[in-house]
């Protein structure tokens, strides 16, 4: 059974970081490429970062691209997302997603709010 399990949300100040983390079973995760993206409140769902394979390459929304890291553990099935300098903008949902080839998957999200 497929399962992404996202954790590392909740309430932060703005100018505040978070670390998101998502934990993937019941596939090659090494394998499938991951990635970040967020919806606000009557949004649509946006990019914000995805990493390749092997770690060798990432890239980046343009909303959150230089306040935002990507990273993965292929040992420990995990991609995490270190978020600075956050913005009261920022507060959305965050889903993790794995997709290969026709193989994509999602995982169900956690809140980020950004307030004081």
């Known amino acids: 059974q497929v399962q992404l399990v996202e954790s590392g949300g909740g309430l932060v100040q703005p100018g505040g970081s978070l670390r998101l983390s998502c934990a993937a079973s019941?596939?090659?995760?090494?394998?499938?490429?991951m990635k970040w993206y967020r919806q606000a409140p009557g949004k649509e769902r946006e990019l914000v970062a995805r990493?390749?394979?092997?770690?060798?390459?990432?890239s980046y929304g343009d909303s959150m691209k230089g306040r935002v890291t990507i990273s993965r553990d292929n040992a420990k099935n995990t991609v995490y997302l270190q978020m600075s300098s956050l913005k009261p903008e920022d507060t959305a949902v965050y889903y993790c997603?794995?997709?290969?080839?026709?193989?994509?998957?999602w995982g169900q999200g956690t809140q980020v709010t950004v307030s004081s």
């Open positions: 997603n794995a997709g290969v080839n026709l193989y994509n998957y």
């Open positions: 019941g596939f090659t995760f090494s394998s499938y490429v």
């Open positions: 990493i390749s394979t092997l770690a060798g390459s990432t």
